[in-house]
């Protein structure tokens, strides 16, 4: 069966410009997650969906990060006016409920580098 | 505030000994503490899960171990191989609530 997917692979922009994440999660799980990884660094949790809601979204880094999720399904991660300091890898994650019992199951990522 | 230390960032070890990793936390409870490895490049990958009322869990050469009172889990490999050469990431959870990760220890197993 298919795991999580995530698209583009890696994206390099420029200072400035607006770019899209994508993540196809496992079918059927409710629960998804993006997560941020700085070179070296641990995992820096962004914003979980449960189906397409997002109950907090006070881990997104400004005003600048947006995410939704429709369908239950494909999420979406944008980030306007791209800095230098978002260059990072964005991992998006998916699981059958939340937190708890659940094991995550990670995609290989998006990395993103900003000119 | 909740918070999750993983106090060794790089551990060496030999081939064929135990590696031991720790993973101590604060406010959470209940905790629902899981362990990941993570490779360079790539997504973690879930290893094992163990409740607040379980004392030790095993998989394969696994061991994981969870003590509420020192609120600290220690995550074992025996007879450790370079293959386990990887970075591992504690994760804490209370109830329904997302998981949040440790900083993770980068195992370097020599031959």
């Known amino acids: 069966g298919a795991g999580v997917s995530q698209s583009p692979s890696n994206k390099v922009t420029e200072k400035g410009k607006d770019v899209e994440l994508r993540c196809d999660p496992i079918?059927?799980?409710?629960?998804l997650y993006w997560y941020r990884q700085s070179l070296g660094q641990g995992l820096e949790f962004l914003i979980y969906?449960?189906?397409?809601?997002?109950?907090?979204k006070s881990g997104l880094p400004s005003d600048r990060f947006s995410a939704e999720r429709t369908g239950g399904s494909v999420s979406t991660l944008t980030i306007q006016r791209t800095q230098q300091e978002d260059s990072a890898v964005y991992l998006c994650a998916s699981s059958s409920g939340l937190g708890r019992n659940n094991e995550q199951f990670f995609g290989p990522g998006t990395r993103l580098t900003v000119l | 505030s909740q918070k999750i230390e993983q106090n060794s960032e790089a551990l060496n070890i030999q081939e064929g000994k135990t590696a031991t990793l720790t993973c101590n936390y604060t406010?959470?409870?209940?905790?629902?503490l899981q362990w990941y490895r993570q490779d360079p490049g790539r997504g973690p990958v879930f290893l094992l899960l163990?409740?607040?009322?379980?004392k030790e869990k095993r998989k394969e050469r696994l061991k994981v171990t969870f003590d509420t009172t020192l609120k600290q889990s220690l995550f074992h490999i025996t007879a450790s191989q370079p293959a386990d050469s990887a970075t591992y990431l504690c994760a804490l959870s209370s109830g329904n609530t997302p998981l949040v990760f440790g900083k993770g220890t980068r195992l370097s197993v020599i031959a």
């Open positions: 079918s059927g799980h409710t629960a």
């Open positions: 969906f449960q189906g397409n809601s997002a109950p907090d």
């Open positions: 163990i409740r607040e009322n379980e």
């Open positions: 406010n959470y409870s209940p905790a629902y």
